[in-house]
């Protein structure tokens, strides 16, 4: 499986980005699917995920009520909508797709990664 991830750029503080990752088989859609990210200097840390069907959601806490992930598996895609972004949002983004069906906060259980898309965030 193949990710491309896209819709990052340079946003002002308390601005929104969607981000978007299409997958390259319909594998995918059988599967939970999340977001990640790292900063500079950090480890790649948990943003979101979603499960298969997208019935279930879990978020970071740091992104909690700002964020909210979804899928669309016709596209094989998820999206990240991103808004009332701060520069501690700041990182490469990075989809992922995971060996459960069910949502995972876990790094260890995803096994697919897409490129990463940076999105900045000016103060």
């Known amino acids: 499986v193949q990710l491309q991830a896209s819709g990052g750029g340079l946003v002002q503080a308390g601005g929104s980005l969607r981000l978007s990752c299409a997958a390259s088989k319909r594998t995918a859609s059988n599967n939970g699917m999340g977001w990640f990210r790292q900063a500079p200097g950090k480890e790649r840390e948990f943003v979101a995920t979603?499960?298969?069907?997208?019935?279930?959601?879990y978020y970071a806490d740091s992104v909690k009520g700002r964020f909210t992930i979804s899928r669309d598996n016709a596209k094989n895609a998820v999206y990240l909508q991103m808004n009332s972004l701060s520069p501690d949002d700041t990182a490469v983004y990075y989809c992922?797709?995971?060996?459960?069906?069910?949502?995972?906060?876990?790094?260890?259980?995803?096994?697919?990664w897409g490129q990463g898309t940076q999105v900045t965030v000016s103060s």
């Open positions: 979603i499960d298969w069907r997208g019935g279930s959601t």
């Open positions: 992922a797709v995971s060996l459960r069906s069910s949502a995972t906060s876990r790094r260890e259980d995803y096994r697919y």
